[in-house]
């Protein structure tokens, strides 16, 4: 299995839907993660932290299951400019998931 | 402004040649990391230093090398022996090791000929 683990979709979604992704993550002692947002060609910058009780940021809201060992990115209203590729981390174990690929169409 | 730096933005080298990419911060991070990115999968660790004078090989250090001499600066040098060098290069720091995000640079898009 791998350590970090993504849906790579596409996600083609409309304006305004709500969408979600997971991270499946192997090693059960980690404690925190977070998710980065990239943009096509660009690096990758931080989006939010993940924690034990979750995190929400406007219409980003990041969740923890340890229990299931996944993380979840939730979007709600998406924009047009939230069209990016959206990967998750391990930070404990260096390493990122592939990232799931979000197209937001008119 | 506090940051990373890479440079260059793109490099062209012929096979067979050796081409060291650099990094550097001022964000007084003591980690950083070196990760390669090819078209549409994640990233790939190459190469971590939790501190001056120490570096420690990620996953895929085969045909690299780096140094730290200055905690501002960790070059990256891929060499001959790489067999598929064409990637992105990116670079990051972090207060530390362990449980905290880490800061990219814009990466350096190396294609070799």
């Known amino acids: 299995r791998k350590e970090v683990e993504q849906d790579p979709g596409p996600f083609n979604v409309p304006e305004g839907a709500t969408v979600a992704f997971n991270c499946t993550y192997s090693?059960?002692?980690?404690?925190?993660f977070f998710w980065y947002r990239q943009d096509c060609r660009k690096e990758p910058k931080l989006l939010m932290s993940v924690y034990s009780s979750g995190n929400e940021d406007g219409r980003f809201t990041a969740q923890l299951n340890r229990a299931s060992q996944y993380i979840s990115l939730l979007i709600r209203d998406s924009k047009l400019s939230d069209s990016a590729t959206y990967l998750c981390?391990?930070?404990?174990?260096?390493?990122f998931g592939a990232g799931t690929r979000l197209t937001v169409k008119p | 402004d506090g940051g990373i730096t890479q440079s260059p933005k793109y490099l062209f080298r012929k096979e067979g040649q050796n081409v060291t990419l650099s990094c550097e911060q001022n964000l007084n991070h003591d980690a950083m990391y070196w990760y390669r990115q090819d078209p549409g999968q994640g990233l790939r660790l190459i190469y971590y230093s939790q501190i001056v004078n120490d570096f420690q090989k990620g996953d895929i250090a085969e045909g690299y090398s780096v140094s730290r001499e200055k905690k501002e600066s960790f070059p990256l040098t891929v060499t001959s022996a790489q067999k598929n060098p064409t990637a992105f290069y990116l670079c990051?720091?972090?207060?530390?090791?362990?449980?905290?995000?880490?800061?990219f640079g814009p990466g350096t898009r190396l294609t070799v000929t």
């Open positions: 090693n059960s002692a980690s404690q925190s």
């Open positions: 981390v391990v930070p404990n174990d260096m390493r």
């Open positions: 990051a720091s972090s207060p530390r090791t362990g449980s905290y995000e880490q800061y």
